[in-house]
């Protein structure tokens, strides 16, 4: 049985026994006297718990485990049918007998001994399925007598999953920490690799970026110079031009809708405006590389000013259009949720109402402002596509905006492309990168937090 047939079978015995529970506890309810403790929603939940929580643990773990069983097996087998082979032939061989039994290549460019061990892998993988499927849906039935031996008027259903919820969400969040944890875990190992062989005043303090070194010794290769300075400049300056374009217009834009926009104008703007987020990048990054570079260049051409044809203006310009529904939803949603009594206040001391916004509803909002920039500042430094496509991948050390740039996504990107060998200091590079984007993020979440807990106290 496939897994996703399986799936589907597990699905439906859990909602079999979701409908099977609320109507059993309806039939015991009606010859008790008893009053019922629970909700027949929750009798149902219940069943429904039994039925598929056992069965999707057996189905991950053996789903994760099994793999490795039959390649170990599968290996055994190879070793047995051409004899000793090195690491290099042993893998080839099970590439073939792997792709053999998919039918992704012709059993006539392969041996005997590739055919028979193929013809074995097929016999684990139809024996693997069938014990998995015999194994999982037998938990469910079992699942579901059991959960039906506990249904009863008094049976504390609603106890029971409402724990059940409260545990699945403790380990959301526990998966969620480590995660996070697991991340700057390594990152920073593989950034001490790094830092081995490059000095952290050459990487923070360097002025030349020059990663392209020799792997072999036959290889020819760079300089091998790591100052991540051009990097940082042009991250900050292709960051910078963003904000410049995209606050002014994304506050502005907020305060019109939520202050002096009709109801019908602001329910259509709104979604007008937000529709530039569900654009992807590389669609930005067309429109830069196409159109906006272009048209800077003949503009700049026509002033006497020299503008490159992969620019950090071209890329910042268009990168504060794609945040401007970040600056602005989430503007106008704080916004809106100023209380009406400060601005009937405001009114009735005589303020207009363009001094209530500015005197009264901008202060009031003016963490949950302060939150959705630092949000469109992180976003705009994690941005990649558009810079690759407008402003280039030279790492060019300059305050000129009409030159290129780059950022440091964009070479976190260079730096892992293609074949890498993970112990060079060109690879490591990317993990000290990353490092340093980390900590950037982590010091503008910081930030937020400071100021939306400095200043919501005045508001409370």
């Known amino acids: 049985m496939s897994l996703s047939f399986l ?17 059993r506890i309806r039939a015991i309810s009606r010859q008790s006297e008893l009053k019922q403790h629970s909700q027949d929603t929750y009798h149902g939940s219940f069943l429904l718990i039994c039925t598929t929580l056992l069965p999707l643990f057996i189905l991950i773990i053996w789903s994760s485990f099994s793999p490795l069983i039959l390649n170990a ?10 004899g000793p082979l090195s690491v290099g032939e042993m893998g080839v061989q099970l590439a073939q007998a792997k792709a053999l039994y998919a039918g992704i290549i012709n059993p006539a460019f392969v041996g005997d001994s590739v055919k028979q061990a193929a013809a074995y892998y097929g016999e684990l993988v139809s024996m693997s399925n069938t014990a998995r499927a015999v194994l999982v849906l037998s938990a469910a039935v079992a699942g579901i007598g059991y959960g039906a031996r506990l249904l009863d008027v008094r049976f504390r259903a609603r106890h029971r999953v ?30 001490l690799r790094f830092f081995d062989k490059v000095s952290l005043s050459e990487f923070l303090f360097g002025l030349q970026w020059s990663p392209q070194i020799a792997i ?3 290889q020819a290769g760079g300089s091998g110079s790591f100052g991540a300075v051009p990097l940082f400049a042009g991250t900050l300056m292709i960051t910078l031009v963003a904000m410049l374009v995209a606050v002014p217009v994304g506050l502005m834009s ?15 703007a709104k979604p007008t ?9 590389v669609v930005y990054g067309f429109f830069a590389a196409l159109v906006l570079a272009p048209l800077l260049r003949n503009g700049g051409n026509d002033i006497g000013l020299t503008v490159s044809s992969e620019s950090a203006l071209a890329a910042g310009l268009v990168m504060g259009i794609m945040i401007i529904p970040f600056i602005s939803s989430l503007s106008d949603d704080v916004i809106n949720a100023v209380p009406q009594n400060l601005r009937d206040g405001a009114a009735g001391l005589g303020a207009t109402q363009s001094e209530t916004i500015r005197q009264v509803v901008l202060p009031a909002a003016l963490p949950g402002i302060v939150s959705a920039i630092l949000l469109a500042i992180s976003r705009a430094i994690g941005e990649t596509m558009i810079v690759v496509m407008a402003a280039g991948v030279a790492a060019n050390l300059t305050a000129n905006p ?8 964009v070479q976190i990107v260079m730096l892992l492309v ?26 503008l979440n910081v930030l937020a937090l400071y100021v939306v807990n400095k200043y919501r106290e005045q508001y409370d």
Request: glycine share 6%.
């Open 162 to 191: 409402e724990s059940f919820a409260k545990w699945l969400m403790i380990l959301a969040s526990a998966i969620a920490v480590l995660t996070t944890i697991g991340i700057i875990l390594s990152l920073i190992f593989e950034s």
């Open 7 to 23: 799936v589907i079978c597990l699905a439906g015995l859990g909602l079999y026994s979701f409908f099977f529970g609320r109507h």
């Open 418 to 443: 293609g074949d890498q060998e993970f112990d060079s200091v060109k690879t490591l590079a990317a993990f000290a990168l990353g490092l340093v984007l980390f900590f950037i993020t982590l010091g």
């Open 402 to 409: 009409f030159e290129s740039v780059t950022t440091v996504t």
């Open 254 to 268: 907020a305060i019109y809708l939520s202050e002096y926009a009709s109801p019908r104008l602001r329910n259509i």
């Open 73 to 82: 097996m599968l290996r055994s087998k190879l070793d047995i049918l051409a």
């Open 216 to 218: 072999r010794e036959d």
């Open 273 to 281: 405006i937000e529709v530039l987020a569900g654009i992807p990048t």
